[in-house]
């Protein structure tokens, strides 16, 4: 039987980040998918980041993740949303080729010595003595493992619904993973049900562009991975429409065909990303909701229509888009769908994504109750870089809610479990002044380089970028006195004092930029990163109250507690809060204080039995 | 009569154990109380309160036996032979925290009134205690969550989907509002000034008869009287209730400019800060050279010489009693105008200063232009009314927003 220490289960972006981030580790890994030309494909809409999500491109990219550089690869439209927003919220998001989008994460995945693909269908894992040992492939070939990770995606046990129609699988045309679910339910994993939907499929060449209002891409040419030199593909548009009163009654008219009305899927879908059938009953007073229409590739005449996801029956789909404006004449390509699946309760897993009641499993992306590519991704380089530390006996990296959005996520999924699909969003990230997309690679290279998931290539541009702001914040800590400013021509009164060049910028006319034209600091050499240096300054007295906040965060975080603790022993811990803790089983106390309902005070209870503990052991 | 109460998980047995079985729950039951190797105790009245709605949250028990120490302490010894231990000061009122009997808000307020000592202390207290506050806080909190979810809103979803905007102009004048209902409540002074009383101040030059004042309304010799200038070297406060009110009296070395020794000079030094954290001065100097604010008082109208002030002064003579009755029931209706009324909310300093930082973050996020400061502005704002009801959540401010807007692709 053939041997890998990791095995990799779905070739999703969250299986692709797992399996690499492993292989660059030095791992040998198996990559076990259905279809190998299916890896790397974008299930839903052709667009990559956005809100939060562009957060999170920037994360695995610091960590030398493929998602970034493929994403610039299929690029055919920037956009940087929020932009009229402070910075910690800017969102980077393209929309990307699919074909070429797919191909450069195959290439990546192909270029992995280390790395091998095996098609085939995952039948059943192999555990012994609570170890998970190897899987078995349907076709009866057996791989034993030191640790697999599941990134089923919405393959686990997927049934799609369109109107009275129902399939199985995971995406239109493709099988489900049954046998696995089974055996994982058979098992007694938290196992769950959500569902999410997907819009219609638009032939672009009936399509009537000329009348509605265009959105064009970004002319400044910033890319999702700074390591992405340039843009390579031509640059197209995105369209905008609306739906309509007439829209509207013809949704409302045939509600009750909808399988999300007729009762037949009652799992929940996320809030944030309504299906329009939803939006119409829910939000019954708006008069029009905002389509985007985003071209799904330059070779193809495929159009998405983003805002409209339905599970309606394939006339009435038809019926309603033809009343929107644009569309009237429209050809739909693929009728959308909701899809339901199984997903494992994320409070079963621990901070590494590892499953607490069974070593060596692993999951990550949509099978833990999560949406959207990034989300995915994100957790996939978390579980993979985690089982190969594990496995190569490396320190973790220390990965928290004041460095990355990617703990934000881990920790709400495993702290929080999820009521519906989980979503990034800024909001989620209380330390988001600090966290912001495009200091993305000084927060977390560091920590790459140090777990060794890093190309020579990236270190020595991490390294370079480093040695410039060293040299620009050695400038801006030495005193000016208004009147050197003045000479320098800067509008300066004498009340201000003498400062450290950094506080100056403060004042309206002195920035960086004009501080390099007159040599106070060095030039831009390294790109964007004055402006990363400005927007630390310009948000550094608010970042400063977040301090006495992270220092009891830490110091509560090193308080572990065991895998064991007994909730139930503590005395003053209410019924619910006794069940909440040991359902989630917080790792630290730190943790255990994100639980939901659980207070300050029996937070006290907890670190009072917590040191009794450590004092009788 | 005392009254024993048992809480915590073994109550029951050790009722059970003492009278023989367990009453109904909730209901007075009289019965023989009796030690396994001693013997009869005490007839008691007993009672039964099963967790975990009982005071606590915990299993409860009460033992209503005679007041002699002998049979208390009889009772007492036979229950730490069952090993059962003395509670802690305060220790029932924590316990009920912990097992959510009560808020933190509330937990406090019942602490305080525990040792209420005046008529007003008492009823203040209760209404804190019966969770008034607690609404009126948990209120502001839903107005802070509600802005907070307009503003994640707008950061979160506006741009990415133009569908999504719901245009709430509204939350800036709410986050003011809110922020000024909070002034309104810092501007009654702690529930400490309850407990230790309204702090008035006699202050005036050396030998204008501060102490014999002190003395006189007191009613006892508490500070030494001698007719050399000086004789004050610090600030001697006593508590003292006036009607119903609370106060604590203060009494100060005498001010003057010149002539004084080291030690004096400190005491006088110490009177100045105890006149900037006065609530009421009872001037005794030349009237006009107090500071602002302060209750004129010609004192020792008992002298050879003496002269009445102008118009709201009081005149008094520590010697004859003339005039006290007035100055203690102005005093009184002072006191009654400057603590806090029953109904009125009164809060801890701890929980003041909570309160001050929710209400300048409120302030800061409705000024600010950069919406990313407005919502960190609102965090803190939430995260300091969270501490002062001791709750937690992001997770609030989310279905906050998914609850109001359509919002999403």
Known sequence: MRHF??????????????????????????????????????????????????????????????????????????????????????????????????????????????????????????????????????DGMQLACDAAVLCTGTFLGGV??????????????????????????????????????????????????????????????????????ERVNPQVFCAMTRTNSRVHEIIRANLSRSPLYSGAIDAQGPRYCPSIEDKIDRFGDRDGHQIFLEPEGLDTPLVYPNGISTSLPVDVQEAFLR?????????????????????????????????????????????????????????????????????????????????????????????????????????????????????????????????????????????????????????????????????????????????????????????????????LVPRETEHGLHSEVAEDLHYAPYVARHEAELRELRANEKIALRPDFPFHEVPGLSNEMVERLSRTRPQSLAQAGRVPGITPAALAALLVHARKHVAAA | ????????????????????????????????????????????????????SSATGEDCAEIHCHGGRAVIRAIENSLAGLGLRQAEPGEFTRRAFLNGRMDLLEAEALGDMLSAETELQRAVLASSAKGHASNEVAHWREAVLSASAAVEQELDFSDDDQDGIAPTPGWCSDARRVAEEMAAWLAVPPAERLREGLRVVLAGPPNSGKSSLFNAILDEAA??????????????????????????????????????????????????????????????????????????????????????????????SAVTGEGLPELMSRLSAVGRDRLPKPGQVAVSRRQKQRLETARLQLLEAAEVEDLLIAGEALRQARHALDAMLGTVGTEDMLDSLFGRFCIGK
């Open chain 1, 323 to 519: 009343a929107i404006e644009g569309l009237e004449q429209v050809r739909v390509a693929e009728p959308g769908y909701a899809v339901e699946y199984d997903h494992v309760d994320p409070r079963s897993l621990d901070r590494s994504l590892q499953m607490k009641d069974l070593e060596g499993l692993y999951c990550a992306g949509q099978i833990n109750g999560t949406t959207g590519y990034e989300e995915a991704a994100a957790q996939g380089l978390v579980a993979g870089l985690h089982a190969a530390c594990r496995i190569a006996g490396r320190d973790e990296p220390g990965l928290d809610r004041a460095n990355s959005y990617m703990a934000v996520m881990v920790d709400d999924l495993t702290l929080h479990g999820v009521s519906e699909p989980y979503r990034m969003l800024t909001a989620r990230a209380e330390y988001r002044l600090r966290l912001r997309a495009n200091n993305a690679s000084s927060r977390l290279t560091p920590l790459a380089i140090q777990a060794g998931c890093v190309s020579e290539a990236r270190r020595r541009r991490f390294e370079a970028r480093e040695e410039a702001r060293e040299a620009l914040q050695l400038a801006l800590g030495r005193e000016r006195s208004p009147s050197e400013m003045r000479t320098l021509g800067f509008a300066a009164t004498d009340d201000a004092g003498r400062q450290p060049l950094g506080d100056w910028t403060r004042y309206p006319g002195i920035d960086l930029t004009r501080l390099a034209e007159v040599g």
């Open chain 2, 1 to 52: 009569m005392a009254i024993i109460r048992i809480s915590g998980p073994g109550s029951g047995r050790a009722l059970n154990v003492l009278a023989g079985r367990l009453p109904n729950s909730r209901q007075a039951s009289l019965r023989q109380i009796r030690d396994p190797q001693a013997g009869w105790l005490d007839e008691a009245l007993v009672l039964w309160f099963p967790g975990p």
């Open chain 1, 5 to 138: 220490p990791i095995i990799v289960i779905g070739g999703g972006h969250a299986g692709v980040e797992a399996a690499c981030v492993a292989a660059r580790m030095g791992l040998h890994v198996a990559l076990v998918t259905m279809d190998a030309t299916k890896i790397g494909a974008m299930s839903c809409n052709p667009a990559i980041g956005g809100l939060g999500k562009g957060h999170l491109v920037r994360e695995v990219d610091a960590f030398d993740g493929l998602l970034g550089i493929a994403a610039d690869a299929g690029a055919i439209h920037y956009r940087m949303l929020n932009r009229s927003k402070g910075s910690a919220v800017w969102g980077p998001r393209v929309q990307a080729d699919r074909r070429l989008f797919g191909a450069a994460v195959r290439e990546r995945v192909a270029s992995e010595p280390t790395l091998e693909v095996i098609e085939g269908e995952v039948a059943g894992l192999r555990i012994e003595g609570g170890k998970v040992r190897g899987v078995s492939l349907a």
């Open chain 1, 160 to 229: 799609l619904f369109r109107g009275e129609e129902r399939f199985e699988g995971g995406r239109i045309a493709e099988g489900a993973a049954a046998r696995l679910a089974r055996q994982l339910r058979d098992a007694s994993l938290p196992l769950a049900r959500l569902k999410t939907g997907t819009p219609p499929r638009l032939d672009g060449r009936t399509i009537d562009w000329a009348r509605l209002a265009v959105q064009p891409s970004d002319p400044d040419q910033w890319t999702m991975s700074p390591l992405s030199k």
């Open chain 2, 223 to 316: 500070a030494i009287v001698s007719p050399i200038a000086g004789t004050t070297r610090d600030a001697i406060e006593r508590p003292v209730a006036i009607g119903g009110v609370p106060f604590l009296l203060v009494d100060t070395a005498g001010l003057r400019d010149e002539g004084a020794d080291e030690i004096e000079r400190i005491g006088i030094s110490r009177a100045g800060q105890e006149l900037a954290r006065a609530d009421v001065v009872l001037w005794l100097g030349p009237e006009g050279e107090g500071p602002s604010g302060v209750i004129e008082v010609a004192s020792m109208m008992d002298a050879a010489v003496w002269a009445p002030k102008g118009e709201g002064s009081l005149a008094v």
